[in-house]
Structure formats: structure tokens, C-alpha cells
């Protein structure tokens, strides 16, 4: 058979990029053709792993820089509301963000009608918490499949029974649930009204409060691992909802550096993402703390490495880290609960200290914890004991340790990357 075309449209976010680059490595493997579309601040990481990628304009048209900066400050902007509860998100920093969501919907049908034609790619994967109606026109009208890619929590795909997606939840705690679901809906009410709006401009059906995005109806992958999911009233079809267990890309070979000190100790990995080292203060308070315990630790600080002086002998800082090659070297990993993160430390089995700010990391916070994968940490409120005493346990505890390994050859038997590419190779025919 001859190769196809299979276009990844992933959210302008490292996580959902880097999930589509492992699932488009697998694809090329397949001897199929995998291009990007791509906000134009990230062509260049696409095209640095080897893809075509063509930009589609998400908002006003910026310089690279100008729009990495853009969002730099956005989130930095919003520390203050990293301290609040996800409930007490919504009005802040959620509200801000479906705002910019929609309006990336909008600026993005200008593009993509010309970019399809122009490819006209046999299957289209989308990883984006929003509808672009271009992409279910451009399949419907040319008998083309397409793909939803669920690169967040596993409860972005709505059930009555388990947590609304990025409220923290506990999976049994329905009072929660439905006071986030009532409050969400009162303050996005406006913002899906506008959005409802566009998409009967588009020739789309409305969508009820609160959901912003369709299941396909060809297949839809979420990247969440079965051993951590969600008992739902309603299980997902099978036929038309797939597991990935995470989908860990291939990246540059990593060498753990010599320390200073302490180089025969248990070795830790902290980061909160390209975004959130802007938090540079709690950064520096975890190096404090971590320099005085008997550990090593690998410290992402982003695009601020000039803030910090004067660092303990057991810590190394750097501006970026190939995280899957770094990951299966440590014994246990500090992080905000991205996607990638949280799958990348259960794929590898490592136990996580989870300190959520925002977005779905809330959600993976508590399900580390209540799943007994690692702990959940209030980001601000803790001391050094605290800290100090949940990694001796993550290093030691040796139920959880076993849950991990399980979890982790689990995951590793059935290889995301690979089962996602076999999907697509029969939805491309």
C-alpha cells in the first residue's frame, strides 16, 4: 500500500506537541507521510524533529518570539491565582484561557479551509480541548477520517460519575463535582454563547453549556493509562475510544552529570514545564529544601536560569531537559501535573510528588495519590518536613513501588506510539 498523508493539529502546548511527535514518529515508521499543522510559534520544534509543518494562525499574526513571550506573561501574569483552589480558578485564569481558546477556534478557520486542500491528508488528528469546524467539514466532504487526540486528563471526555475535567475532584466526592460543574458553567456561560455563535456561522449544530468539543465519530485516543482510569456510569466504546498509555516519543540520549556532593544518593527530577518555571520563587524554595537532604536533584528552571546563585552542591539547574531519557534515570520526579509528565513518570515507573497549579494538573494530582502512584502536594502550602518526608516515603514505600512497576510494564507492553499509528494506518486505508 502505498504511503498516506496523516496532518497532527496539536494545541499550541509542549504537551500535546510532543505527544503527537511520538505518535507521528510511529506513523513514519509505518512508511506513511506525518505533516504538522502548527501554530506558528511551534513549527520550529516540529521541523526540529524531522516534520513538515505548515503554520496555521491561532490570533493576531506576531513574531515567534513575540508570541512565546505573549504567553511567558500570561502565565506569570496569573501566579498569584496558582495559589487558589481550582474551583477559584475559573473566573481567573480558566475563563482567561477559554477565552483565548475560542478565539484560536475563530482565527484558525481563516487558514485551515486552504491548508486541507492544499495537503489533502487521508486522516487528520486533532489535540485540542476546542472544535475546528475546518477539519470536520474537510473530512465529512472528502470521506476522510478524523481523529480526536485526548492529550489532558482522561475526564475531558464527560461521564456524570467521575470528576468534571480540571477540578481536582476526588473520583467519589459528587459534592465537589457538582459545585465546580455549576460554577464553571456560570462563568463560561458568555464565552459558549460567543462560541456557540461562530459554529452555527459555520454550519454547526450548537453545542450544550459547557462542552466546547465532539468525540469523532471515526476514533478518539486519550493518551491517560488504563491502570489509573476512571470508573465511569458509562464505559467508553471500545470501537470508538482507544488507550494509548501515554505516548512517549523518542528524544536525545541524556548523561546524569557528576554532582558535587551527595553522587551516591537517590537522584530526583523537578520540573513544572516550559511555563511554569516561571514561579521561579518556589523553585528556589524546593533547590533550599532538596539541598539539604541526603539526595540529587535535576532542576528544570525554564528560560530564567540567570535568577538563581549560589546553588546547593547535590543540585544541577537547566534550561530544558529531554525528559524521557531523563526520567528512567531518577528514582522519583517533582512536577506540576501536566499530561506528559504524569504519564511519562508511571510509563517509566517513578513515583511523583505532584505540586498542581492549573489546568488538568489538578486533576492528576489527586488521581496520583488516589490511585497510590506518588502524592499530591499543595504547591505552596508545605514545609521542608513535609517534603522531606514524602520522597523518603516515595523511595521507600514498597506498595507503591509494586503498584509502579505493574502499572509501568503494563504500559510499556502496549506502547502507545505503535497502537496509535496501527489506528491510523486502517483509518487511512
Known amino acids: 500500500m502505498a504511503g498516506k498523508t496523516i496532518a497532527f493539529f496539536p494545541e499550541a502546548a509542549f504537551g500535546p506537541a510532543l505527544n503527537s511527535v511520538g505518535i507521528a514518529q510511529a506513523v513514519e515508521k509505518l512508511g506513511h507521510k506525518a505533516v504538522f499543522l502548527s501554530d506558528p510559534g511551534f513549527v520550529g520544534i516540529y521541523e526540529g524533529y524531522g516534520f513538515e509543518a505548515h503554520p496555521v494562525a491561532l490570533s493576531e499574526p506576531m513574531e515567534p518570539e513575540a508570541m512565546a513571550k505573549f504567553w511567558q506573561d500570561f502565565i506569570n ?85 467521575i470528576p468534571p475535567h480540571l477540578s481536582g475532584c476526588g473520583e467519589k466526592d459528587t459534592a465537589c463535582h457538582e459545585a465546580f460543574r455549576n460554577r464553571f458553567n456560570e462563568v463560561i456561560k458568555p464565552i459558549h454563547d460567543d462560541f456557540n455563535a461562530f459554529l452555527k456561522e459555520c454550519g454547526e449544530p450548537e453545542y450544550p453549556l459547557g462542552t466546547f468539543c465532539e468525540a469523532s465519530p471515526h476514533m478518539n485516543l486519550l493518551l491517560y493509562p488504563e491502570p489509573v482510569k476512571f470508573d465511569r456510569a458509562i464505559p467508553l466504546n471500545p470501537v470508538q475510544f482507544q488507550y494509548l498509555e501515554g505516548c512517549v516519543r523518542q528524544d536525545e540520549p541524556y548523561e546524569v552529570p557528576n554532582f558535587e556532593t551527595n553522587n551516591d544518593r537517590p537522584l530526583l527530577y523537578v520540573s513544572f514545564g516550559s511555563l511554569g518555571a516561571g514561579d521561579s520563587d518556589l523553585l528556589k524554595r524546593i533547590i533550599d529544601a532538596v539541598g539539604k537532604m541526603p539526595v540529587r536533584a535535576l532542576v528544570n528552571v525554564g528560560d530564567y536560569a540567570d535568577r538563581y546563585s549560589d546553588l546547593p552542591g547535590n543540585v544541577i539547574i537547566g534550561g530544558w531537559f529531554p525528559q524521557p531519557s531523563v526520567i528512567p534515570q531518577v528514582d522519583a520526579v517533582i512536577h506540576h501535573g501536566g499530561n506528559n509528565s504524569f504519564t511519562e513518570c508511571l510509563y517509566f515507573g517513578k513515583p511523583a510528588i505532584i505540586m498542581p497549579y492549573v489546568w488538568d494538573g489538578h486533576d492528576n494530582a489527586t488521581r496520583v495519590q488516589e490511585t497510590g502512584h506518588g502524592y499530591k502536594l499543595d504547591r505552596y502550602e508545605w514545609t521542608e518536613q513535609d517534603l522531606a518526608a514524602k520522597i523518603v516515603s516515595m523511595l521507600s514505600d514498597a506498595k507503591m513501588q509494586a503498584r509502579l512497576k505493574a502499572t509501568s510494564e503494563h504500559m510499556q507492553s502496549r506502547h502507545g506510539p505503535t497502537k496509535a499509528a496501527g489506528i491510523l494506518d486502517k483509518l487511512a486505508g
Open 77 to 161: 501574569g496569573h501566579i498569584p491565582n496558582f495559589r487558589k483552589a481550582p474551583i477559584d480558578q475559573i473566573d481567573n485564569y480558566v475563563k482567561d484561557c477559554w477565552e483565548a481558546i475560542v478565539d484560536s477556534a475563530k482565527w484558525a478557520e481563516k487558514d485551515l479551509p486552504g491548508i486541507l486542500a492544499k495537503l489533502k491528508p487521508d486522516v487528520v488528528c486533532v489535540d485540542n480541548v476546542v472544535l475546528f469546524p475546518a477539519i470536520k467539514r474537510y473530512a465529512k466532504e472528502n470521506g476522510k477520517a478524523w481523529v480526536r487526540i485526548i492529550s489532558c486528563s482522561e475526564n475531558e471526555i464527560e461521564d456524570e460519575a
